[in-house]
């Protein structure tokens, strides 16, 4: 019976890993279904791609670096059959590595879609790397770990730690405002802007959606997951998921004018800004975070495509960076139990530890986007991208046998 | 220890929602592969808005008409943590809400799929609301809450009360009888019969075909986790299942000729009837209560498109209505011990919970959508549906970049 | 408590079940995207036809052939209610079949990729009747039930039985085989070689890589929930696949040029690879397999396709039936402890099952559709696959509403 606790907790994470990893395949069609057609293929593969690179930059130092814990020993040892009581039995460590490194993996996913249809692939998947194994882990173990004591000041401050639950910061700010940094540095794609410049339409709702919904689905594996033990485990975060997803819904239907990308977006929106606080918040001060981040969402993505004319194709500054932090700071207003929630969280801490953490990851995003730029290039040349990404690239089209797009 | 037995169901429950959720995935993609290019769009936003308008009108009304419990106290009462018994450690409660509102919102998603291409997007979320609020809860009380006594007095008078597991009648039946009242309501699709009228071929099979698997892969969480813990669960459900799709699989393929369309939605006519009996049944039973589905479903959409004129575009009122019917008097048979499965079923306790669910739900429906056709009006105008609901109502195509469609 | 304990068990394996399952979606979407747009509703009915037949085979014969156990009696004997120990309670022996059934009904949807575009439809279905309910379930038998004592032979012999965890030799190496003799008793399609032969390239990158996809994420229950209960669950082995299917995306990234369809299926190679060996190997060694199994299949397609002018559509020779002989003999090699593994194998052992498999399965593929070709028929008709299967067989083009294709 001891042994099937331990084999309760393995299967339980595995299952949000397992969820986590199919939302990759959700960011890649998201991509798919929003850049052109000439773009397709290049979404694809490198969503695929960093995954690949980023599992080897968490495996073999991003893991470590945030919770200093390796697997390099004999798999006697870091499976837990060897008795190391460090590991746990049954591979315990092993599948919590499995399921944060779907995390991590995100980071890249995330700022894929905000540089698509003109970044050069091979620098991206460095960049992915070095992301995946020193900035993104960096943040993460200061929050989710305590190190360098940034936690216990907050706590020692103010009362209560910064409270990210499932990463609505750590994850999704980091990925958004990196992707901030990178798209900046990228500039605009041709004919985007300027006297003849346009705005360029989806290629295909379907594949949009789809991978919307794919997201959606593994987000309750993202969340709920993150108690990471049966024991932990709590019905609350899964519907106040639901709920900030619907309010993400509703409000980008209403705000968005009944847009299939508003909508399908919104829902993601809300998912981003409840990560944070899903554990101590109440079911309506989730629908409430959902329906801002979801009007956030709507509201800046138009503001930075037509106004600031910040070209960020799938809007993840928006979607990731802006509800993220939203999220971060929601968690300290709905977190409070004078509004229903579960209280112990501080909202100073909270504002605090998402300033620091989207600052931080505008910083890095600049440095390693910056430094590439400088030496390898990020940027596909002028023909390349006119041509599109799929065939410069890849050396096919989405399409292969009718030779569209 | 003790923790670990809640966390546990809790963790049963959530994978159950999180499959029906995926499963609204499925109706979403179901539609779009079926009805006709210039309506995808549509119906992507439709089911999503409508498992918002749902999950809103069930977490606030509905399922304390259905169970009578609310949550609208603090995070701390209704997750269990402040020790109220009422609502269970670890959000139990709360993940069962989750559980039965993807059940709840499978019908507005089950109504789309008949009155597609013509109906009012407005209007059809109001309906989506009160329909979750109030009609589907009542009947779904009545049975599975034991609510104003008809259970009581059927297992009164004939031995055992009307047995519906996971849903035949509670949840397809009902559905499919709203819908045919809607269907019948709103009338045809412009230039589907008369002189010149032509059936609609569908837009995408690989879209349809991808709805079927998402609805058969969701199916099994929608039947297996209805025993609602792990003490009841059994793989005796799962395998009802798996035999009542092969059969709908196989029957269609027979009797529809290796229609594509037929086959996939044979497998969810099986699914459908099985829903019912899934825990009291054989799987040779299982086998033939699919089968039957199966026909049912292929012999009965034709004759409904083609002789009664009934324009229901994905034909759920036969997937649904008629097949749901049918598993809840099949559950009263194969469920017999005189044909393998476990007893304790009143074949005349399911031939008339059958009847009341799906009379319920006809009156139920032609009073919602009766209401609206007289005040707000359920059908698009004639050059709003010509134009296609996508660019009248979502002022986008499915696939914008290319124009078509 | 102690039936928890059972339930838990039970919900494990039905989550490896419904994660299986969904791999046969990715059959069924791999294929759709490989094949011409003339034959992708063949490729989908097909897959769910044959996974409704194997069902059947399994379930009345190919089970009892393995494991001597069938479900003929009641539901209260074989779901464990009536207290019959030998299939104990909750429907766990059911659950098992359920489980075991999806990997069974794997071995057609593998062949079917390969005989893609020109094989008989009816044929192929009493083709997967006949494999599914014997050729399999005596391989199966024999590696995983001890059957005929071929493992207990090899284990007196070299000191260890052969090792196939989730079965690269049992399942894919099978699967490849049997389609190995099928692929080339069917001959090329039409046009492939010859004066004017010519390259087909495949229909659609995006529904080729939602198939990949998941494959990829319903892999994680096939080699994870192979240790069929929550005693017995290690994350070692969730680890080992992520790693071994990494390795197979960088290496078909790097060795197929950046060329989707090889990433897509690089993936899929190494985790057919790290089948067999997922529960004893380091993940270093996990990354080497999975590493090299996409460079075998990325070299051996080409040679296959264009030096051997085998033409074999999805390439599912070297896939499954390549890369799964190298995944039995790696578990020989990587699961060594001098290599970081957990040792208990035999390469000797390792070779020598997967020769026995390998060359089993190409022998029974060579009766089983050697004996159909001479009666039957194995091959469409010229005209009709020039037409193309869909509309010869299924009447329906894959997007009826344009008429293309």
Sequence with gaps: MENNAIGGDVFFILMGAILVFAMHAGFAFLEVGTVRKKNQVNAMVKILSDFGMSSLAYFFIGYSVAYGMDFLSSAATISGDGGDEAYGPQGLSLIKFFFLLTFAAAIPAIISGGIAERAKFGTQLIASGVIVALVYPFFEGMIWNGNYGFQAWLEASFGASFHDFAGSVVVHGVGGWIAFSAVILLGARLGRYGDKGTAFPPSSIPWLALGSWLLCIGWFGFNVVSAQSLEGVSGLVAVNSLMAMVGGILAALFVGKNDPGFVHNGALAGLVAVCAGSDVMHPGGALATGAIAGVLFVKMFVICQEKLKIDDVLGVWPL??????????????????????????????????????????????????????????????EEEERQGADLSIHKIAANPETGIG
């Design 320 to 381: 990731h960076g802006l509800a993220g932090a939203w999220g971060g700071i929601a968690c300290g207003i709905f977190g409070l139990e004078a509004l229903g929630g579960l209280g112990g969280v501080s909202l100073m801490s909270q504002i605090i530890g998402t300033i620091v953490g989207c600052g931080f990851a505008a910083i890095a995003g600049a440095v390693v986007y910056g430094g590439l730029k400088q030496t390898l290039g990020i940027r596909l040349t």
